[in-house]
């Protein structure tokens, strides 16, 4: 059963993380990374289902932006009716600032980028490359996608037109943060833009470290995040309980932008390598392809010295991406960008879906007028 949590802050207290909040004393969010990192100057970029930038928890935060579905909107809406508003959820994961909901990077700024029309329904084709070049082209350092569709080519492969959009924001140093999938325990189905050469994968672990039964076993998943009943508020403001890599690439693409806000001369390669390198080895010993090289753990990646010849797969697998397209020998349909429309993701009765699950249960509970943030598996809306 889904479980909502509706607590009232204290009037004119300072906003503090809600209890559920359990990520902010796993990583010591207040007393140890605040002080070297808010996030600020660094914009991000969430492309999902739009924002509700009118609710308190993001005022200021939410900077216009578009609505590559048809609409005539700025990103500021979230059109999210069906699964309660998972872009304003993601928003708040990374930039809350209270009373209801804290994020972890309360200093950055978000550009919302509108990609998908509701999580039930298919992106619109190429709107997920499209988002990735306009977030690129206005000013965003970060990217995160906890969305996708199923990869058609397998999980080290991505359609043409989505790894040129890649290709482009590496290349204007931008980090892609993209959700590994909630299909682990069924059909491990591959996702993308995360399966593209270049974009961080991210897995999801509980409150122990432990991996999410349901995420994604990938050979892309680089890092784990916090993503079990790791819960946010939606469109209408109200807190709820939820699980999903959606959650852990949220949080992931917050710590990034710590870092580089940190270290605001530094490459988002070099971001990356850190990233992988401070990360706490958990679940099987090694590299594994629920957590990758383990927890993501923010102070260290702020903090730790790192090789310059430490591992980073991400680019080693991009510049080989790289390599290979400059040698190969360009097809009749290989010539000009394309779309591939991504086939329904068929997990428990659905179509491809948010990859955010609520206590197991695909519900939406309209009370009174008041919304309950619920995420549905049916688009793969990678929660």
């Given at each position: 059963?889904?479980?909502?949590?509706?607590?009232?802050?204290?009037?004119?207290?300072?906003?503090?993380?809600?209890?559920?909040?359990?990520?902010?004393?796993?990583?010591?969010?207040?007393?140890?990374?605040?002080?070297?990192?808010?996030?600020?100057?660094?914009?991000?970029?969430?492309?999902?289902?739009?924002?509700?930038?009118?609710?308190?928890?993001?005022?200021?935060?939410?900077?216009?932006?578009?609505?590559?579905?048809?609409?005539?909107?700025?990103?500021?809406?979230?059109?999210?009716?069906?699964?309660?508003?998972?872009?304003?959820?993601?928003?708040?994961?990374?930039?809350?600032?209270?009373?209801?909901?804290?994020?972890?990077?309360?200093?950055?700024?978000?550009?919302?980028?509108?990609?998908?029309?509701?999580?039930?329904?298919?992106?619109?084709?190429?709107?997920?490359?499209?988002?990735?070049?306009?977030?690129?082209?206005?000013?965003?350092?970060?990217?995160?996608?906890?969305?996708?569709?199923?990869?058609?080519?397998?999980?080290?492969?991505?359609?043409?037109?989505?790894?040129?959009?890649?290709?482009?924001?590496?290349?204007?140093?931008?980090?892609?943060?993209?959700?590994?999938?909630?299909?682990?325990?069924?059909?491990?189905?591959?996702?993308?833009?995360t399966s593209c050469p270049g974009v961080v994968g991210v897995g999801a672990v509980d409150y122990q470290a432990r991996p999410w039964v349901k995420t994604a076993r990938q050979p892309y998943v680089v890092v784990a995040a916090p993503g079990v009943d790791t819960g946010s508020i939606g469109r209408a403001g109200v807190f709820s309980n939820a699980s999903g890599t959606s959650g852990s690439t949220a949080l992931t693409a917050g710590a990034v932008a710590l870092v580089r806000a940190k270290f605001p001369k530094m490459s988002g390669r070099e971001v990356v390598q850190r990233i992988i390198a401070s990360a706490l080895d958990t679940g099987p010993p090694g590299v594994d392809l629920q957590t990758g090289y383990g927890l993501l753990r923010p102070y260290h990646a702020l903090t730790d010295r790192v090789p310059a010849n430490a591992p980073n797969p991400v680019y080693e697998r991009w510049d080989k991406e790289q390599q290979s397209s400059a040698t190969a020998t360009p097809s009749p349909t290989s010539s000009a960008p394309h779309s591939v429309v991504a086939k329904p993701h068929r997990g428990s009765g659905g179509s491809s879906s948010i990859l955010y699950a609520v206590g197991g249960i695909a519900v939406l509970s309209l009370v009174a007028g008041i919304g309950v943030f619920v995420f549905r598996r049916r688009r793969q809306f990678l929660s």
């Open positions: 059963m889904a479980v909502t949590f509706t607590g009232t802050p204290v009037a004119g207290a300072t906003p503090q993380p809600r209890a559920e909040e359990w990520w902010f004393s796993t990583w010591d969010i207040q007393k140890k990374v605040w002080p070297l990192s808010t996030g600020r100057g660094v914009t991000v970029a969430v492309l999902d289902t739009g924002v509700n930038a009118r609710l308190a928890d993001l005022a200021d935060v939410v900077l216009p932006g578009t609505d590559l579905t048809g609409r005539k909107d700025d990103g500021r809406t979230d059109f999210d009716a069906e699964g309660g508003g998972h872009g304003t959820g993601m928003t708040a994961l990374i930039a809350g600032q209270g009373p209801t909901m804290m994020g972890i990077a309360p200093g950055v700024r978000i550009l919302p980028v509108t990609v998908y029309r509701d999580n039930a329904n298919y992106a619109l084709e190429d709107t997920q490359a499209k988002g990735i070049r306009y977030a690129v082209d206005h000013g965003a350092k970060v990217i995160s996608m906890s969305t996708g569709d199923v990869s058609p080519r397998g999980p080290l492969h991505c359609d043409y037109y989505t790894q040129d959009a890649v290709d482009y924001a590496i290349k204007h140093d931008v980090v892609l943060v993209s959700a590994a999938g909630n299909d682990g325990d069924t059909t491990n189905a591959t996702a993308s833009p």
